[in-house]
């Protein structure tokens, strides 16, 4: 499996979320942080590319954005909130690849695969990750993302509104 066969967005999604054996969201929560009304800075992390992001990858940005903003800023200094939801199941036919596979395997024949993961398409400019704070701690933001950004497959910038 290489990892470049799940980023590239091929054909149709398949965003049967109830379909059997589809895996569950690996995604822990969508909003941590405070919720103050009052933060007058917002850092987007926004991709650049085309492309396909599963959930677990999209799961270890956010957590590792929310640990550098829990480390330097402090819980109640920030709102970190996640903007993609993975709705693309991913399926893969598994091929046997040992001594005597020739046997077990069909090929091509009822080669519709097992749910594996799931993914969410992200288009140009797409928000992936977006940070809400205050004007002090906006060197905190940008670095937090910028972590966040090394766990994504495609590259991405960082827009400040």
């Known amino acids: 499996m290489n990892g ?3 980023r590239t967005p091929n054909g ?3 965003s049967k979320k109830y379909a059997p054996g589809t895996p ?7 909003n941590t942080g405070a919720s103050n009304s009052d933060y007058n800075l917002k850092l987007q992390l926004i991709s650049k590319e085309k492309s396909q992001i599963r959930d677990n990858a999209i799961e270890a940005a956010r957590v590792s954005a929310n640990k550098s903003l829990t480390k330097h800023i402090g819980e109640t200094s920030y709102r970190l909130s996640v903007k993609l939801y993975p709705h693309v199941v991913i399926s893969e036919n598994r091929m046997l690849a040992t001594a005597g596979a020739d046997r077990l395997q069909e ?3 009822r080669a519709y695969g097992k749910p594996i ?3 969410a398409r992200v288009n140009i400019g797409s928000v992936i990750l977006e940070v809400n704070t205050y004007k002090e701690f906006f060197n905190e933001g940008k670095n937090a993302l910028k972590t966040a950004s090394s766990k994504l497959p495609q590259t991405t910038s960082i827009a400040t509104n």
């Open 117 to 119: 993961g799931l993914a």
């Open 12 to 14: 149709m999604p398949l």
């Open 24 to 30: 569950d969201i690996k995604i822990a929560r969508f």
């Open 107 to 109: 090929g091509m024949r």
């Open 4 to 6: 470049s066969n799940y």
